[in-house]
């Protein structure tokens, strides 16, 4: 198990992961799964972290599973005894359940295939390079993509579109991806590192009991549930933001012309 195959950083409150097997484009290994757990946990446990940047070396964000390692039987004998403690492990590394509450950026470059497009499904901002390209490309191998792609892809996307990329494999350009509302963001290539880490800045800036709260809301309740039902549970999450120190910081900072000290208090 080589857990370098992701590397893992902190930046003025921002958590940084690289994916880092660029030789592979940067395809799943056992190391990186773990890696990258591990790194999920330390952003939901270290109260300094206030979001992450998801990212990958060699111009590649991350092509999916290592098909040659899945037809030759590899099995790393570290990776199954991890797997009995946790067996959901690299489900939660594919942000397939159990993401932090905290908001991840994903920044792409190159491919994000199979599994790197379930990933990105599992982010809330989307930035990537112009000649970046997406597609969910399992039944091409007679695979199924199980990180949650035919759930999840439907929900974020136009259903039309979701089962036409699940059903075709048909890989799609960043300008497509953009158009579909699967990305927020089309830069030039090499620098959506740059704006993903411009865009966790201004959200490391605000007050982060505020924005774990904004962050449940969003992922919890989408249009599944009756309206009336989701802006109940909005005000069990939103109220209490009211009665923290960092709201009464907010408004002093806004009387006294200066920017506030937030403590996620």
Known sequence: ?????????????????????????NALSPGMLLTVFEAWQELK?????RCAVITGNGGTFCSGADLSAMREGNQDSEM??????????????????????????????????AGGTEILQGTDIRVAGESSTFGLTEPLRGLFPLGGSTI???????????????LTARKITANEALKYGLIGHVVPDGTALDKAMELAMIVADNAPLSIQAITKSL???????????????????GQPIFSTEDMMEGLTAFAEKRKPIFKGK
């Open 1 to 25: 198990m080589d857990k370098n195959h992701a590397i893992v950083s902190q930046e003025n409150g921002i958590l940084v992961i690289t994916l880092n097997r660029p030789e592979k484009r």
């Open 45 to 49: 446990n270290n109260a300094e972290l």
């Open 80 to 113: 199954m005894e991890k797997l009995k403690v946790i067996p959901d492990l690299h489900w939660q590394a594919l942000l397939r359940h159990n993401r932090p509450n905290k908001p991840i950026i994903a920044a792409v470059e190159g491919f994000a295939l």
């Open 152 to 166: 999840r892809l439907r929900r974020q996307i136009p259903y039309t579109l979701a089962a036409e990329m699940l």
């Open 219 to 237: 992922r919890e309740y989408d249009e599944s549930l009756h309206e009336r039902d989701a802006l109940e549970r909005e005000l069990e999450i």
